[in-house]
C-alpha cells in the first residue's frame, strides 16, 4: 500500500554548488555541466539525468527517468562557487588538469574563465605535497571559519542563490582520529576558539556550510562530518550531510564483484590491488599520512560485504592488500589492477584478474552532480542529519553511529530508489514477484 507523499518545496530559482577545490575533479565536473547545457556533451553516469526508477509492477510499466519523478534543479539552474590554493581560473585549472579535450573546453571557455576560486583555507600539515600560495590567512581557526561563511554569504547575495550546496572536492588530508575536541559542538567551538590542531581545514569548511545552512557532501576519506560535534550541528541547523570518498575506479569494480562472490558463496583467499596516478590526488596521496587516510576507506569494503563474521570458512583468513603509486604521466587517467585468488567448489583456487584504465575524474564528476542535486532534494523534504541513503555514491558511507554502512552496490542503489519512491508515495519494491503468480 502506498503511503503518503512527503512534502517538497519546488525547486524553484537557482541552486548554488560550492567546491573547496577546483582541481580535476571540480572543473570536469563544471566544464561538462556548461558542455551538456549547449548540447555539446551527454551526461552519462549521471542517475539523476539519464536513471530510471520502476514504480508499481513489472506489468504497470512505469518507468520515469528520476529527474522526472523527483523535483530536481536543472542544469540551467546551476551557479558555482569555489575555492582553492592555486589562483587559476576554471579554464586554466581545467587545461592544467588535462581531462577535458582542449576543444571542448574552447567551447565553453568564457564561463569557465568567469569561475575564479576564492582564497582557500589550507594547512600544510594536512596536506604535505601541495604548496599552493592563493590561501586565507587569520587570527586563527575561528577567523578562519567567519572568512569562510562570509565567502557563502556574499555569494548567495550576489548569485542571487536560492538555495546552496557543498561538496567537497579538495584534496585527501592527513590521516586523524576523532578526539575530545569532535566529541560535542562546544568543544569543537572552543576548539575553533583555541586553534586546535586537530580542526583540519575540511572540518572548517563542513563547519562554516553547516552553520549556513548549506548541506554538505564530504567526497574525500578526511575525518570531516562524520563526528558528533558536525552530526550535532547538522542536527541542530536542520541540514543533511552525507559523505565520504567518491566510489569511483578500483573501489567501485569491488563493490562489483565482491557481492556477487559472496551471492554465489565462493571463498577468497586474497585480494591484491594497485593502482597508479598522475594528477594531484596522486601527488598528494604520495605523502605517508595521506595514503593511510585513503587505505581506510578502501579497506573497509571488503569486509562489510563479505561478513567473515556469519561466513568464517569462506572469508575469515584472506589477504587484503591496497597500494597506490604517484606515476606523473598516467595523468587523469588511473589504473587499477586487482588479483582475486577466489576458491571453490572442494576447496579449488581459481583466480580473477582486473585491469580497470579509468579515467579518475569522469567517473566522480557525475557523482559531484548527483550528490548536488539530491542534498538539495533532501533539503527541501526537510531531511535532516546524516543521508545514509546516499550510500551509492562513497567509499565509506556515512551512517547513524553504531551502525555498519551497507557497501554493496545494489543494496545501496536499491535503498536510494526506494527513499525516492518514499517520498513520492509510492510502494516500495521489495522484487518478492508473488503477485504474478498467485
Known sequence: MSEPAVDIAPADGRLGILLPGLGAVSTTFIAGVHLIRKGLGTPIGSLTQMGTIRLGRRTDDRVPFVRDFVPLAGLGQIDFL???????DAYQSARRA???APELLEQVRPELESIVPRPAVFDDRFVKNLQGTHRKSGAGKRDLADQVIRDIESFRAESAANRLVMIWCGSTESYLEAGAVHASLAAFERGLDNDDPNISPSMIYAYA????GVPFANGAPNLTVDTP??????????????GKDFKTGQT?????IAPGLKARLLGLDGWF????????DGEVLDDPESFRTKEESKLSVLDVILRKDLYPELYEDYTHKVSIHYYPPRGDNKEGWDNIDVVGWLGYPMQIKLNFLCRDSI??????????LFLDLAQRASMKGIQEWLSFYFKSPQTAPGLYPEHDLFIQLMKLKNTLRHLRGEDLITHLGREYYD
Open 252 to 256: 567501485l569494480m569491488k563493490t562489483i
Open 363 to 372: 567517473l566522480a564528476a557525475p557523482l559531484v552532480l548527483d550528490l548536488a
Open 82 to 88: 569555489t575555492w582553492d590554493i592555486f589562483p587559476d
Open 229 to 242: 560535534a558536525m552530526i550535532e550541528l547538522a542536527d541542530d541547523r536542520r541540514v543533511p550531510i552525507c
Open 209 to 212: 556550510s553547516l552553520q549556513c
Open 273 to 280: 590491488s594497485t593502482n597508479i596516478l598522475g594528477n594531484r
Open 98 to 100: 588535462g581531462v577535458v
